[in-house]
């Protein structure tokens, strides 16, 4: 069982900045990718910035420039840092990851709960 667990998020004012964290736990062999994703009212949810065991990142056009995804420990920290935030910017964001958990067993993907991010005019 694999547990995500992401903080930082928040209320901010048009042009701020916050740093979202997510910890992963539980029975990891490896992980190839973790990102982090986004949804908002009436809206699918959509890919913000994604990272792999070897750092190779992409980001949405929406955020390129503004964002950065990192990851540490082998993928068991990730961080999302956002500057400039916009209004445009709020949803609930989630993290996560595909993970092996068993060495040469099936990759499965992973969520977190999310964490509220809100930018006021």
């Known amino acids: 069982q694999v547990q995500l667990v992401e903080s930082g998020g928040g209320l901010v004012q048009d042009g701020g900045s916050l740093r979202l964290s997510c910890a992963a736990s539980?029975?990891?062999?490896?992980?190839?990718?973790m990102g982090w994703f986004r949804q908002a009212p009436g809206k699918l949810r959509e890919k913000v910035a994604s990272?792999?065991?070897?750092?190779?990142?992409n980001y949405a056009d929406s955020v390129k420039g503004r964002f950065t995804i990192s990851s540490y420990n082998a993928g068991n920290t990730m961080y999302l840092q956002m500057n400039n935030l916009k209004p445009e910017d709020s949803a609930v964001y989630y993290c996560?990851?595909?993970?092996?958990?068993?060495?040469?067993?099936?990759?499965?993907?992973?969520w977190g709960q999310g964490t509220q991010v809100t930018v006021s005019s």
């Open positions: 990272i792999t065991k070897t750092d190779i990142t």
């Open positions: 539980g029975r990891i062999e490896a992980i190839f990718v």
């Open positions: 996560s990851a595909n993970v092996q958990t068993t060495r040469r067993g099936p990759v499965n993907d992973y």
